[in-house]
Structures are given as structure tokens and as C-alpha cells.
């Protein structure tokens, strides 16, 4: 255990470049994602035929294949197109992609909830169908995402780990460098547990915190009844 804390404590200020990366990696995946999933579950929820089509095609299509699948194809595919693209770029757009598929679900889930007569009231007093949306719906739906969704920030975390495979010097990037200097991967993968331990910890401690302070009292009723 002394020989595993010296260890973690001499390669810490490595670890932590590659948690700032990782972390950094999964804010910008879900932020992309949030506008990706948020266009996708409205136009599932309320485009035409087309749009709906194209929603529909592109959830199916980043939440049916492995993420490491869609980085391989960004980054060693799309040469073959004449795009090439940086590895932090395609880190990124694999994981905004991916993230956005996910996230359109849970979105989409929370504006079902939402009941058919706050629309119809909308409608009653003269709002158009998007401005019901964006001035009632969508308020209300995005608070009562965050249960399901809080569980996004939390696997994309973990998920940011594939991208070392074309290496962006992230924690599992950075861990096996240390290995390869060290000839220790078990130390060198323990610290890396360690962080991803806090991390994932804060992380939930801080979607916790805005689950509660969030929550619409009651509307959770109407949803069910929906």
C-alpha cells in the first residue's frame, strides 16, 4: 500500500493533465450531444415525416454500434473521403454524436410526459406550435429529464476512455505511458481507477444536487397519467 501511494503521488501531476483532458473530452460530448439529442427528440416529437425519418435513423444508427466503431470510422475512415480530421476532433465528434443519440431518448421521454393538455392550453391563447413548445414544453421537460439524464454525464466520463486508442492524452493515454516507463501497469492502471473513482463521485454528487434542486413538485404525477 506505501509502495502504491508513492507511486500515485510521484505520477499525479501526469494523471491529472490526462483528467483535465478527460474531463474537458466529456464537457464538450455532452454539450454537442445536448444539441444534437435536444433538434433529434423534437423533431421525433413534432417534426413532419422527414424530419422524424432522420431522427429516428440517426438514434438508431450511433446507439446501435460501438463507440469505438464510429471513432475508428472518423478517424481512419474519413481520409479515405479526402476529410481528415485531428484526433482531438474526432475524440469530439465521436463522442458529441454518440452522446446526442443517447441523450435524444431521454429528452424525447421527458416531453411524452409532459400532458397533451399544456399543448392544447398553448394553442387555446393564440401560441403557434413551436412557440407552445419552447415557451411551456420544453421548460418543464428539461427539468424533468434530469433523473434519466444525470446518468449521461457519468457514462460519457467513462466512455472518453476509448479515445486513447488514437491517442488523445487522456487518463488511460496518460496511464500507459507511465506504464511503459515504469514496467508497473498495475500501479499504473490503479491510479488511473483511483481518478476515475473521484471523478465519476463528483460528477454524481453534483447531478444529484441539480436533480434536487430541479424537481418540479407534482409534475411527476402528470407525467405518469400522461
Known sequence: ????????????????????????????????????GLASALARSYG???????????IELFRGTPLLMQLFLLYY??????????REWAAF?????????YQAEYLRGSILAIGDGQMMAGRAI????WSAVFNI??????????????????????STSVVFL????????????IAAKTYDPIGSYMAVAVIYLILVFVVDFIMKWLEQHARIPGLELEGKKA
Open 48 to 58: 413532419n415525416k422527414f424530419w422524424r425519418g432522420l431522427a429516428v435513423g440517426y
Open 126 to 129: 393564440g401560441l403557434s406550435k
Open 137 to 158: 414544453i420544453l421548460p418543464q421537460s428539461l427539468r424533468l429529464a434530469i433523473p434519466a439524464w444525470a446518468n449521461e454525464p457519468v457514462s460519457l466520463l467513462k
Open 166 to 177: 488514437i491517442a488523445v492524452p487522456e487518463l488511460m493515454a496518460r496511464a500507459k505511458t
Open 93 to 101: 465528434l465521436a463522442l458529441g454524436l454518440n452522446s446526442g443519440a
Open 1 to 36: 500500500m506505501t509502495d502504491f501511494f508513492e507511486f500515485f503521488v510521484r505520477f499525479l501531476p501526469d494523471l491529472l493533465k490526462g483528467a483535465g483532458m478527460t474531463l474537458l473530452l466529456t464537457f464538450e460530448g455532452l454539450a454537442a450531444g445536448f444539441v444534437l
Open 77 to 86: 475512415g474519413l481520409p479515405g473521403l479526402g476529410i481528415t480530421l485531428s
